[in-house]
């Protein structure tokens, strides 16, 4: 495939009046790793919405797999490999774990092998989530209902997996195995894309960063030379002490 996988080029995007993406363009190639940081309000969540087909721009393209999907709907983007995990507790909360986990074989959903070997590919990844297939997701922890979350999104065998707060409200030990989880996935082929406050997470998992801030790309670069920018480093520690995010920019 010539080109890179996701190729996003002079996007802008507004609410209503309030323009949020002023001229955006990132690339993710195949097999990539990649962060997208920030400040807060920076308007990451918002390109990911727009990528994903759930927030149309006013100017610029999506281009996936080199194929122009601007106009898509966000089910036909699904289709063609290109998921994304809302920020939160993104799961039908009534619907038990197994019914979660089943919708996001919708592409394929008559195909009950391929929809089985993907759930159970899935268990195999969180194996937290067998004993709680027959419960509402609502009831399952903020942990375990983020593995539903990117369960689901796994489900549908993504080209591009994006993921929206991968590690916001989760406790340490929680993330280091969804963390883990994500590493199997990348290491297996699928390339990702993800929002992430933590500095150290992000590390872990990314080679690439783009830096946003106040709707434009600031940096664009390997993880390594951000780590260099120490000013741009220390911002993405939201609600973190100056001393905390110190340590991690110098060490």
Not at 23 to 47: D, H
Not at 65 to 78: F, I, M, S, Y
Request: hydrophobic share 50%; glycine share 10%.
């Amino acid at each position: 495939m010539a080109g890179p996988l996701l190729n996003v080029a002079d996007i802008d995007c507004s609410y209503g009046a309030l323009q949020v993406l002023f001229g955006v363009s990132l690339t993710v190639e195949e097999g990539g790793r990649v962060a997208l940081l920030g400040t807060n309000g920076a308007g990451k969540s918002t390109l990911l919405r727009t990528v994903a087909g759930l927030l149309p721009p006013s100017a610029g393209t999506v281009r996936f797999a080199g194929e122009d999907v601007t106009a898509l709907a966000p089910h036909e983007r699904v289709a063609r490999g290109l998921t994304l995990v809302e920020g939160g507790r993104a799961t039908f909360a009534s619907l038990t774990v197994a019914e979660n986990l089943r919708m996001g074989a919708f592409p394929f959903l008559r195909q009950r092998r391929r929809v089985d070997e993907r759930i159970d590919a899935v268990l195999d990844l969180f194996p937290q989530l067998r004993p709680r297939l027959d419960q509402p997701a609502g009831v399952c922890s903020g942990g375990e209902q983020q593995m539903v979350a990117i369960g689901r999104a796994l489900v549908a065998e993504p080209r591009l997996l994006m993921i929206d707060e991968l590690s916001l409200g989760l406790a340490p030990i929680v993330m280091a195995e969804i963390v883990a989880a994500i590493e199997r996935v990348a290491d297996a082929g699928t390339t990702v894309l993800l929002v992430e406050q933590s500095l150290n997470v992000a590390l872990s998992l990314a080679t690439w960063a783009y830096f946003m801030e106040k709707g434009e790309v600031r940096f664009a670069g390997p993880t390594s030379e951000l780590l260099e920018r120490g000013d741009l480093a220390r911002s993405v520690f939201f609600g973190a002490d100056s001393a905390a995010a110190e340590r991690v920019v110098t060490s």
